[in-house]
């Protein structure tokens, strides 16, 4: 099984952005959501075919990328 089974990538959905179980909800737009202020309630509301591990799944998977090797901030 992939580290990752919920996060999918397909070149031609999203521009093969990373996105939640092959739909065109990518991992960015919830971790903007969450970032903006966002719950993870207001987010099952606004999208019910989201799960909660979706999106826990969403920030592990960007917290992962962040401890990648050449992971920096752009000055």
């Keep these: 099984m992939p580290p990752f089974p919920r996060i999918t990538t397909d070149p031609a959905l999203m521009s093969g952005k ?29 999208f019910p075919y989201l799960e909660e591990a979706d999106i826990r799944e969403a920030l592990t998977f960007t ?7 050449g992971a920096h901030i752009a000055n």
């Design 18 to 46: 990373p996105c939640i179980r092959g739909m065109r909800v990518t991992v960015n737009m919830i971790v903007e959501a969450l970032n903006a202020g966002r719950s993870t309630h207001d987010l099952l509301t606004d």
């Design 63 to 69: 917290a992962r990328l962040a401890q990648a090797p």
